[in-house]
């Protein structure tokens, strides 16, 4: 496990059940990897928060998933939001960023249940258009999990105020 750095401004921290509540809420945010030639390679994606991990979805092949096979470490940023105030040179900004590890999930039971879980979220209560969508498309289709091993929620200073 690694020492990660601590949050430079801690006042403006959120709670881990802040931060939690950010993800279960949020729909989409940007996932970082090592990328090709030692770039950083960010990628905004859906996702599902589901008892302290993340999953996406993939295609079979690409940027992301190579990167993924070639690095598991990665990061990944929600922000929930971003309300800029140009009279004050500022936002009032809520955002997440995790640290973690992240996997292609091999296990077929494992990835039908995480694929269950991403089309309750976006598409609730819809058995026969998730059916659909496995018997088109199943085959073609990764899942990754993002193990967290450090999140972090911060908010403006002017929101820390506020409460």
């Given at each position: 496990m690694t020492d990660f750095r601590p949050m430079r401004r801690k006042r403006q921290l959120l709670s881990e059940e802040e931060s939690v509540r950010i993800l279960h809420q949020s729909t989409s945010g940007v996932l970082c990897v090592l990328g090709d030639d030692g770039y950083p390679y960010g990628v905004p994606i859906s996702y599902v928060y589901?008892?302290?991990?993340?999953?996406?979805?993939?295609?079979?092949?690409?940027?992301?998933?190579?990167?993924?096979?070639?690095?598991?470490?990665?990061?990944?940023?929600?922000?929930?939001?971003?309300?800029?105030?140009?009279?004050?040179?500022?936002?009032?900004?809520?955002?997440?960023?995790?640290?973690?590890?992240?996997?292609?999930i091999t296990d077929e039971t494992e990835k039908m249940t995480v694929l269950r879980l991403l089309a309750e979220r976006y598409n609730p209560d819809d058995e026969a258009g998730l059916q659909l969508e496995i018997s088109k498309g199943y085959s073609h289709l990764?899942?990754?999990?993002?193990?967290?091993?450090?999140?972090?929620g911060k908010q403006s200073i002017e929101l820390m105020k506020k409460e």
């Amino acid at each position: 496990m690694t020492d990660f750095r601590p949050m430079r401004r801690k006042r403006q921290l959120l709670s881990e059940e802040e931060s939690v509540r950010i993800l279960h809420q949020s729909t989409s945010g940007v996932l970082c990897v090592l990328g090709d030639d030692g770039y950083p390679y960010g990628v905004p994606i859906s996702y599902v928060y589901h008892e302290g991990k993340l999953y996406f979805h993939s295609a079979l092949q690409g940027h992301k998933v190579d990167a993924v096979r070639n690095c598991d470490k990665s990061t990944f940023t929600v922000i929930s939001m971003d309300d800029v105030k140009p009279e004050k040179f500022t936002t009032y900004f809520r955002s997440v960023i995790c640290f973690g590890r992240v996997h292609i999930i091999t296990d077929e039971t494992e990835k039908m249940t995480v694929l269950r879980l991403l089309a309750e979220r976006y598409n609730p209560d819809d058995e026969a258009g998730l059916q659909l969508e496995i018997s088109k498309g199943y085959s073609h289709l990764l899942m990754i999990q993002f193990d967290i091993e450090q999140m972090t929620g911060k908010q403006s200073i002017e929101l820390m105020k506020k409460e």
